[in-house]
């Protein structure tokens, strides 16, 4: 059987034959005295079911139900009850236990019930995992564009999901990597598993080996921290050149042997050229590169770029609760010659901003004004250079610009800066403190 925890609440003659006939069929189980005792273990949510006797307790068994499962609305809840104990003394569903084992104590009766609470909660959690899965799936259609490099990567992913085998995703930031390794996990053999993102530059030196080893828990057990009791089907590894070599090898090492979830990895095009020079494992590429699909820079298919424009902003719209906004030509064309070095990200965050400041003016007409939707105000580097710009740099860059652009336009006023921004007054004030924005900006007058 695979072991499960199990919490008895009670110190009766009923719990300990429960704890007994548990731990012999290798339940793991906790034992504590009372409701004050589990409250602190119901909270950590480590336990698939709780067994709770009632005799052990003052409260009546109505009111220790509401009080554990308004630590966990979902906690699985077994009494054991005296055989006179009625069922209709449970009004409402928040009052109601998963199940009754009736004592004096039958063993296989206790089993079995215990069984099917466990089976019953884990069908639960699959379900609400799918519900929220479902709620933000992804199609196909969902990677906007009509140039031979958006069709072919459409084409890439279509043929890569079915295929066996890790996924390396090779692009810019802010390319699509992530977008392309969702609908990569959706269109699988497995798409109602879950899909887990780990941020490697956020993981510390040396947990890569742990990480593995808590997802192949979760993937055997269905339960696990990282999962919330949903069964991984992708692990998605971002920005694969932040590992150390020890973790490289680490990694390598975890990818030999067959896994019950598959790999996918994104990492800047420059991977390819720290393989050659010795700076990033080869074993390591090799094992995590199984299939390799190519992200183009936005500049690269600025075609879609006007697609692109006409998708972030319906979609800022709805957000916002606007009413359908459009973007002049001349901004379309803009937008179209300039580089985006933040890739689709930075056009996304754009819109969004114009969006968003439209929304905060009470903009009521079909078309943006100039001001809102006029491209990005930036002396974008040139050559290496910008290699040596992060996108993080590049949109504080682009954020200033933005308030100070706005302190203008309002005088200095910083209370209507706030209103236009959809900023707490104090929010702007520190931002201002950041970017080292002085108080008192005025509109350049003629």
């Not at 719990?15 to 069929?25: F, G, I, N, P």
């Not at 009546?60 to 009494?79: G, S």
């Not at 929220?132 to 890439?156: F, H, M, N, Y």
Request: hydrophobic residues 40%.
């Amino acid at each position: 059987m695979t072991e499960e925890s199990i919490l008895i609440v009670g110190n009766t003659r009923a719990s300990s034959e429960a704890d007994a006939a548990l731990a012999s069929e290798s339940w793991i189980v906790t034992v504590v005295e009372g409701l004050a005792d589990a409250i602190p273990q119901i909270e950590s949510r480590r336990h698939q079911v709780v067994l709770l006797d009632t005799d052990a307790i003052p409260e009546p068994p109505w009111q220790a139900l509401e009080i554990l499962r308004d630590r966990d609305p979902h906690a699985t809840v077994l009494l054991l009850v005296s055989s006179e104990t009625p069922w209709s003394s449970f009004s409402s569903y928040r009052q109601r236990p998963a199940g009754l084992v009736l004592k004096p104590l039958d063993r296989t009766a206790l089993l079995m019930a215990v069984d099917s609470a466990v089976v019953y909660r884990r069908l639960l959690e699959e379900n609400r995992t799918l519900k929220r899965q479902l709620g933000s799936a992804v199609s196909l259609g969902d990677w906007v564009g009509c140039t031979p490099e958006s069709i072919e990567i459409r084409k890439s992913i279509a043929t890569a999901a079915l295929a066996n085998g890790n996924v390396l995703l090779l692009g810019e930031d802010g390319s699509g990597r992530r977008l392309a390794a969702e609908l990569l996990h959706r269109h699988g053999r497995n798409p109602g598993a879950t899909f887990l993102p780990v941020d490697l530059v956020s993981l510390p030196a040396g947990e890569i080996h742990r990480l593995f080893d808590e997802v192949l828990e979760a993937a055997d057990t269905g339960r696990g921290a990282y999962v919330h009791g949903a069964r991984p089907g992708t692990l998605y590894l971002a920005e694969l050149t932040a590992l150390t070599p020890e973790d490289q090898t680490s990694l390598a090492r975890k990818l030999l042997r067959p896994l019950p979830f598959r790999v996918m990895a994104s990492a800047h095009p420059s991977l390819v050229d720290a393989v050659r020079q010795n700076r990033f494992d080869e074993e390591t590429f090799r094992a995590v590169s199984k299939v390799r699909i190519q992200i183009p820079p936005l500049r690269a298919r600025r075609a879609d770029i006007p697609l692109l424009i006409d998708h972030f902003l319906k979609r800022s719209c709805e957000r916002f609760q606007l009413k359908s906004l459009g973007i002049p030509s001349t901004s379309i064309e803009n937008y179209s010659s300039y580089d985006w070095p933040g890739n689709v990200a930075e056009l996304a965050m754009m819109i969004e901003r114009a969006v968003s400041i439209a929304s905060a003016a009470k903009f009521d007409g079909t078309t943006l004004p100039e001001h809102f939707c006029s491209p990005p105000s930036l002396t974008v580097p040139e050559g290496g250079r910008l290699k040596n710009i992060s996108l993080r740099e590049l949109i504080a860059d682009i954020e200033k610009r933005v308030i100070v652009q706005t302190l203008e336009r309002v005088d200095g006023s910083q209370k209507r800066a706030a209103e236009e921004l959809r900023l707490n007054p104090t929010t702007l004030h520190e931002k201002m403190k950041r970017y080292k924005i002085l108080p008192g900006v005025r509109r350049q007058r003629a």
